[in-house]
């Protein structure tokens, strides 16, 4: 099919994610996309683009890793989907019993979902159970950080602390408190210590994501924050579900984020990265204490699960996900990487007075173009623009400009990545 009847199809017809579909249909010129390989898409036309943000953080692999492939081709040879309610197969068997060793300590129950949202939910809804069959059906309030992002399902959107995301349902959400977040406020522990010393017969959960708050604009925080918001959890009797949808599977230069801060939570969300960005697939961890909160009467069971839980093709391209991890050490080559990205944000913070606040932590580096950057800000989308012209596709965070490129981009490409990032901000401010 040609370009252009593409893009008219899909005009017509297609309504996208995250995208004010007037300005779309009137003038966007989007990229069609025919292949992908490595950290490389390549449009209609053959043209290539580096990819900065591994497509949505998924592809922290690359694109169409040969190993993942192949096993997602032997895998659908065989079975392709069957229900796990009470029935099992080898791919989810043997994926949740490495999963359970690559966790953090003590997290050896696995239950499976679709996507990100879906993992997130699972934990909500396992944290609000779980205090109802232990005999406190109070506990049904979460605790989120201001800017938190955890997904899309109306539980989910709930725990949301970005405002655009969250205030069109306010009305219909579950009870949330936002605490201040230790990215921006330096007393965002005694914050939740006051918070938590006050309601926390009413608190069913804290829900984190570690290190690093992705959607709001890669704000970063401190290990130290991740271990005193634990001791307090445990302190107050209030669950904690950790978020590494972004941050697994090396994304901040360990395997998790949760094992810079040496903590292991209650429950532990992960996805994208989990099936190399081949198959929607994701994962809640738990504890056995959790667990063993949904034995005994079958009332108390965790009556909820997704048509696809644990399918075979995802499990099999999950299973082959963490073998290559070892197989290539692939977290051994991310210290060097992670020091390019640093020098390369440091360089574009130095030739560009108007940024600010570079930042970088493993495989992530952002910067600011503007004060008070703002997810629905323009400045980011200029920098896109000139990327593209330069052979990167960048999708921006607002006024934010950031990378977060597969954690094993030759270093080649890394590096004109970086090149480029600098060369559009140039532009795109220049204007
Ligand atoms: C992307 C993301 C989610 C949602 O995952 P989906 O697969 O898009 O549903 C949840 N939490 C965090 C931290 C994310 O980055």
């Known amino acids: ?19 004010p579909m007037g300005p779309y249909i009137e003038s966007a010129d989007p990229l069609v996309v025919a292949r992908a390989e490595g950290s490389r898409l390549f449009d209609v036309d053959g043209q290539s683009y580096i990819d900065a943000t591994s497509s949505w953080w998924v592809a922290l692999l690359g694109h169409r890793h040969p190993r993942l492939v192949s096993a997602l081709k032997a895998q659908a040879d065989a079975l392709c989907h069957v229900a796990l309610a009470g029935i099992t197969h080898e791919p989810a068997a043997r994926l949740a019993a490495e999963l359970a060793k690559q966790a953090p300590p003590g997290l050896g129950r696995v239950f499976f979902s679709d996507d990100g949202s879906t993992a997130l939910e699972a934990a909500i809804k396992i944290a609000l159970k779980l205090h109802v069959n232990e005999g ?25 602390g970005i405002e655009v995301f969250r205030r069109p349902y306010a009305r219909a959400l579950m009870q949330t ?15 939740l210590e006051a918070l938590f010393a006050r309601e926390h017969a009413a608190i069913a959960a804290l829900v984190l994501e570690p290190l690093v708050q992705g959607a709001d604009g890669m704000l970063m925080y401190d290990a130290a924050y991740l271990k005193r918001a634990r ?17 697994g599977y090396g994304r901040t230069g360990t395997f998790w984020a949760c094992d810079r801060a040496g903590i292991s ?6 996805a994208k990265g989990f099936s190399g960005g081949l198959l929607p697939m994701a994962a809640t961890l738990a504890t056995e204490r959790v667990f063993e909160a949904f034995l005994g009467a079958p009332e ?14 995802g499990a099999a391209v999950a299973l082959e996900v963490l073998e290559v991890y070892r197989d290539e050490h692939v977290l051994e080559g991310v210290a060097e990487r992670s020091a390019r ?9 130095e030739r560009h007075a108007d940024t600010r606040n570079a930042r970088t932590l493993g495989m992530i580096g952002a910067i600011d173009l503007a004060p008070g950057a703002h997810y629905l800000g323009t400045l980011g989308w200029k920098v896109s623009a000139e990327a593209r012209k330069r052979g990167v596709y960048l999708r921006p965070l607002g006024d934010v400009v950031y990378v977060a490129p597969p954690i094993n981009i030759p270093l080649g490409d890394l590096d004109e990545l970086l090149s480029v990032v600098s060369d559009s901000v140039a532009a795109a401010l220049r204007e």
Not at 3 to 18: F, N
Not at 136 to 160: N, Q, Y
Not at 182 to 188: E, L, S, Y
Not at 341 to 349: D, P, V
């Open 265 to 270: 939570p209650d429950l532990l969300c992960t």
């Open 136 to 160: 406190r059906p109070d506990k049904t309030t979460f605790v989120a950080l201001e800017g938190a992002f955890h997904g899309e399902t109306m539980g989910v959107t709930s725990l949301l």
């Open 1 to 19: 099919m040609k370009r252009e009847d593409i893009v008219a199809l899909d005009k017509r017809h297609v309504w996208h994610p995250y995208t």
């Open 300 to 313: 108390r069971a965790f009556h909820y699960g997704h048509s696809y839980a644990g399918h075979p093709l």
């Open 177 to 191: 408190v936002h605490v201040p977040t230790p990215a921006r406020d330096p007393n965002a522990i005694e914050a």
């Open 341 to 349: 990205i640093e020098r390369g944000f440091r360089g574009i913070a």
């Open 231 to 247: 001791e307090l959890t445990e302190r107050y009797g209030v669950l904690l579900i950790v978020d590494e949808v972004f941050t």
